[in-house]
């Protein structure tokens, strides 16, 4: 993709799943990366797999954790021309524990926000300065279908990746000017482990049934569009957010 090479990065979140194949993706396009995650076991797993990348513990509840990634990155590449946040509370403690309204648990929306909304805008808040001294850069989050389709179940988990698509667009607008992009992606159900652990087989089924291509997501289906967005290909857009879902969603 045009002007990734020699580009520096910060994946929020991407020790797994979809951050980590944008992390590989990156970096064979000739990008530098710093990839910060709480799971460090998983963040050894990944320099394995490409030495290139720089990790770092990074904690998307902790707002010094974000101001620490940010300036790890900057004294390493010498400046910043994007991020990415491909990071959320993906546990089964809390998503388990996400009931429907009537037997909410303010602990649970609390949590769920603090790190899926919350945590990407302080991690986006650190990085502006810098994108703007670099005279532009890109910034791509990922949300969910979750915060469109009503759905009966999760709802302080779509509530908060609703949030995130207001932050984006608001965003998009703050920092536009200074020729900064925000934009992001909504994946249907992509075959990651934090995703398909909280799915009993029938939702599976359904879920399948519902989407028309033939097939789950894969994380590099969500890598690509995520380099796509942070790449110059995508340099006159901003403040969307993308479905890349299989076309599960759409009306007849």
């Known amino acids: 993709m045009r002007g990734l090479k020699g580009k520096r990065f910060i994946i929020g979140g991407g020790a797994t799943g979809m951050g980590s194949r944008l ?14 995650d709480i799971n460090l076991p998983a963040l050894d797993t990944l320099k394995a797999e490409r030495g290139a990348i720089l990790t770092q513990h990074y904690d998307l509840a902790d707002e010094q954790s974000a101001e620490k990634l940010v300036s790890a990155a900057v004294e390493a590449f010498g400046g910043l021309d994007g991020i990415a ?31 899926n909304l919350i945590g990407p805008a302080v991690l986006i808040r650190a990085a502006i300065p810098h994108l703007k001294a670099a005279g532009g850069g890109s910034i791509a989050a990922v949300s969910s279908g979750s915060a469109f389709n009503g759905m009966p179940a999760l709802p302080a988990y779509a509530a908060s990746k609703a949030g995130l698509q207001a932050l984006i667009r608001h965003v998009a607008r703050l920092v536009g000017k200074a020729n900064i992009r925000c934009n992001g992606v909504s994946p249907g159900l992509v075959e990651t482990p934090g995703a398909m652990v909280n799915l009993t087989p029938d939702m599976r089924a359904r879920a399948l049934a519902d989407t028309p291509l033939p097939r789950f997501g894969q994380p590099e289906d969500i890598a690509s569009m995520l380099a796509f967005l942070l790449s110059d290909d995508a340099e006159w857009i901003t403040g969307q957010t993308f479905a890349v879902n299989g076309g599960a969603g759409f009306r007849d």
């Open 23 to 36: 992390a590989v993706r990156l970096i064979d396009e000739g990008a530098q990366v710093l990839v910060g």
């Open 85 to 115: 946040i491909t990071g959320a509370d993906l546990s089964k403690a809390t998503m388990g524990n996400d009931h429907p309204v009537p037997d909410m648990d303010v602990a649970i929306w609390e949590r769920t926000n603090r790190v």
